[in-house]
């Protein structure tokens, strides 16, 4: 069981509103940047993915096992993925200005 538990309506409308405010706050590289749409649709993918879950089966299906804590699932390297390509990208362009 998950942190949340049974809440599965609030942890979907808390993964629906924040891929909605990060593509709100990432508007801009967006637009310009292929490595920010890559990260973004890694994290959208990632929480939908989550979220279609949760609404199968009430939870999320963690399917990879490595030791006794770290367990995960493709959606949760998919949205860690996407993090660190926008992290990234943000250090790149930071440094491209600099």
């Avoid at 279609?52 to 399917?63: I, M, N, Q, S």
């Avoid at 660190?84 to 930071?94: F, G, K, M, N, Q």
Wanted: charged fraction near 15%.
């Amino acid at each position: 069981m998950g942190l949340f538990g049974e809440r599965t309506a609030l942890l979907v409308l808390l993964a629906l509103a924040v891929v909605g405010i990060l593509a709100y706050l990432l508007q801009a590289g967006l637009r310009r940047s292929p490595l920010v749409q890559i990260g973004f649709g890694s994290i959208a993918g990632g929480a939908l993915g989550n979220v279609v879950d949760r609404l199968t089966h009430g939870y999320v299906v963690d399917f990879i096992s490595i030791g006794k804590f770290f367990v995960f699932n493709v959606a949760d390297a998919a949205i860690t993925f996407g993090v660190v390509v926008i992290v990234l990208a943000s250090w790149r362009r930071t440094r491209e200005r600099a």
